[in-house]
Structure formats: C-alpha cells, structure tokens
C-alpha cells in the first residue's frame, strides 16, 4: 500500500515536503511518480523517479521548484516543493509504475495511494 503524506496550508512562495511511503518492497524496483488534481481539472503529471533513484522527470510548469527523491533505505519518495504558487494548489496523489520508467500518462502506473491536499494562498 501506499500512503501520500505532508499536505497542508502555505503561502505563496513558502516550501513543502511531501512524502510517498510503500508498506512493502515490492515496488522498490518500479518507478514512482506524483500526480495532482485541482478542483475542476484533470489528474496531471507533476514527476517521477525512477527505481534507482537515478533518473527523473518533472512537468514543465513545476521545473526548477519541485525536486524528487528517493530514500530506498525508508522505502519513500519525497516531492520537495519550493516557491509554491496558488496554481499549485491540489490534491497532490503518488503512484507506482508498471515499470521502472517515469511515463507522464497516469495509465502506466497501477498502484495509487490516497491523496494528500496542498492548499497554497496568495
């Protein structure tokens, strides 16, 4: 299972963590990326990582202020985001691929935790 954390309430311009935990190592191998969806809109690719931890990906409207990684050793992956906007504002959820490769498209990606709501004010 997989259980999105570190939501909350912030300021334009303020950072936060968020943290994707898997209750087993069965997805240690798998890619690992971050969706969100705001109110009204469609579920979008925000990022991933790869396995290894080598590899990752962002949308274009996060490049430069989000930064994935991954802790094998705590089987986590983190979305560390800074200079957050009001448009970033979502429920943000993590998921993990069908294989280890960062797709944009939420099809290649079979495993969903619930999400965990980031609300940025102006």
């Known amino acids: 299972q997989l259980q999105a954390s570190g939501g909350g309430s912030v300021q334009a311009g303020d950072s936060l963590r968020l943290s994707c935990a898997a209750s087993?190592?069965?997805?240690?191998?798998?890619?690992v990326g971050w969706f969100r969806q705001a109110p009204g809109k469609k579920r979008e690719f925000v990022g991933g990582i790869t396995g290894s931890g080598r590899s990752t990906r962002y949308a274009d409207s996060v490049k430069g202020r989000f930064t994935i990684s991954r802790d094998s050793a705590e089987n986590t992956v983190h979305l560390q985001m800074t200079s957050l906007k009001p448009e970033d504002t979502a429920v943000y959820y993590c998921?993990?691929?069908?294989?280890?490769?960062?797709?944009?498209?939420?099809?290649?990606?079979?495993?969903w935790g619930p999400g965990t709501l980031v609300t940025v004010s102006s």
């Open positions: 998921a993990v691929a069908n294989y280890d490769a960062v797709y944009n498209g939420s099809r290649a990606y079979a495993y």
């Open positions: 087993t190592r069965t997805y240690s191998n798998n890619a």
